[in-house]
T-cell receptor, first 110, second 120 residues
Framework: GQQVMQIPQYQHVQEGEDFTTYCNSSTTLSNIQWYKQRPGGHPVFLIQLVKSGEVKKQKRLTFQFGEAKKNSSLHITATQTTDVGTYFCAGDTGRRALTFGSGTRLQVQP | GAVVSQHPSWVICKSGTSVKIECRSLDFQATTMFWYRQFPKQSLMLMATSNEGSKATYEQGVEKDKFLINHASLTLSTLTVTSAHPEDSSFYIC????????????????FGSGTRLTVV
């Protein structure tokens, strides 16, 4: 079945440092979505990427979708303590429910 | 935007009893809902797809007789954990098929707030 791997599992940064998480799918995706889950909370939708090679920005967050539509990345510039949480990518093949990546837990040291 | 309400937020039950979790779409009709389970510090694992008016589709390894799903209306899906055991303790989250909008008119899924089940 479809698998979505995500690295790193955990990252601890100093406030102001950059952060990147990478996502790789075993199958080609129709789109990829990113979610943020705060400790004790539920996943909250951040963005969806659809086109091959697509790049989208949301303030300090930059999302990329690979040319082959099998990998993606999320980059946060100058992290803040409010960025703390687990970031999940989720692959959508267009045929069934989302397959979530393993997640990257971000800890930001003030 | 789309809102999915999930209740209860947390529940503690005795081993052997059953627990019902409700997931409601508040301002839209959800013909399809998804139920996920999440263990501490792990990812969300899809348990089943709930379709209004028909039987749910369960993922491999998920016992349909243990995790009963009912989607009797376009706004309500329920998950009942029957004869719960301590190993069923987990965070259960529903997600609606309907879509939410990001800032550039693309779409994602809406999640309920989750139910933390503890079986003692």
């Amino acid at each position: 079945g479809q698998q979505v791997m995500q690295i790193p599992q955990y990252q601890h940064v100093q406030e102001g440092e950059d952060f990147t998480t990478y996502c790789n799918s075993s199958t080609t995706l129709s789109n990829i979505q990113w979610y943020k889950q705060r400790p004790g909370g539920h996943p909250v939708f951040l963005i969806q990427l659809v086109k091959s090679g697509e790049v989208k920005k949301q303030k300090r967050l930059t999302f990329q979708f690979g040319e082959a539509k099998k990998n993606s990345s999320l980059h946060i510039t100058a992290t803040q303590t409010t960025d703390v949480g687990t970031y999940f990518c989720a692959g959508d093949t267009g045929r069934r429910a989302l397959t979530f990546g393993s997640g990257t837990r971000l800890q930001v040291q003030p | 935007g789309a809102v999915v309400s999930q209740h209860p937020s947390w529940v503690i039950c005795k081993s052997g009893t059953s627990v019902k979790i409700e997931c409601r779409s508040l301002d839209f009709q959800a013909t399809t809902m998804f139920w996920y389970r999440q263990f501490p510090k792990q990812s969300l694992m899809l348990m089943a797809t709930s379709n209004e008016g028909s039987k749910a589709t369960y993922e491999q390894g998920v016992e349909k007789d243990k995790f009963l799903i009912n989607h009797a209306s376009l706004t309500l899906s329920t998950l009942t954990v029957t004869s719960a055991h301590p190993e069923d303790s987990s965070f259960y989250i529903c997600s609606a098929r309907e879509l939410v909008r990001d800032t550039r008119a693309n779409y994602g899924y809406t999640f309920g707030s989750g139910t933390r089940l503890t079986v003692v």
